[in-house]
């Protein structure tokens, strides 16, 4: 997932403001947080866009489990550390004042054992007095299947049509992506398949309830799905 379509990935999402989302997440996080650093993680980081404007607030690292993803990071983010690791088990070894995950990357979780998991060992990288902030995947209940969505980008040097249909298969909503793509080296065209469970607000709960912290879910969040925010107890 996302091998292919990495390097076009900032191009596809140009429309989302990521500086106004930084924004929102230093006040998140300074409010709630009981320590005095600035320490923060990012974990499914992918291309660093995120991290490219919270740095201006806070000491940054990223993790996410595609090399493709993170080599796009490091050519934005030269000094800034960033690691491949699966946000089910990777292992640090340090503890960080704020630990993100953002943009539904937990919607890559395939039940609610890998998201329990998952938020436990985002947890077990928290200060004591650290903030962990999740933006989950769409609920069940607003999930609407059957719908045609598409996204074109028109610049001189690019031009893309990225188009699916979404569908659902027992708990995942399932999005075939096809991306056709012209620059001047030619026309690329490929097929992209997004699996992304439908956890229910009961079941992003109970994972932070689970791993030991007390959760505050913030309607809307950042774009309109929500943020659950977890604080050690």
Partial sequence: MYDKSARWYDAIYSFKDYAAEA???????ESRRGSPGGALLDV?????EHLRHLRAYFTVEGIDINESMLAVA?????????????????????????????????????N???????????????????VLVVEPWILPEAFVAGRVHSLFVDRPDLKLARINVSR??????????????????????????????LFTDDEYRGAFIAAGLAVEPVPNGLAGRGLYLGRPV
């Fill in 168 to 197: 659902v298969e027992g708990r995942a909503a399932v999005m075939d992506m096809h991306h056709l793509i012209g620059t001047e080296q030619g026309i690329d065209y490929f097929v992209e398949r997004h699996e992304l469970t």
């Fill in 74 to 110: 490091r050519e934005k983010l030269p000094g800034v550390r960033l690691r491949q690791g699966d946000m089910l088990d990777f292992d640090l070894g340090e503890r960080y004042d704020a630990v993100l995950c953002l943009f539904s990357a937990v919607g890559y979780l395939r």
């Fill in 112 to 130: 609610e054992a890998e998201l329990e998991r998952s938020v436990r060992n985002m947890g077990n990288h928290l200060n004591p007095d650290g």
């Fill in 23 to 29: 924004v929102i997440l230093r006040g998140l996080i």
């Fill in 44 to 48: 499914a980081c992918g291309t660093g």
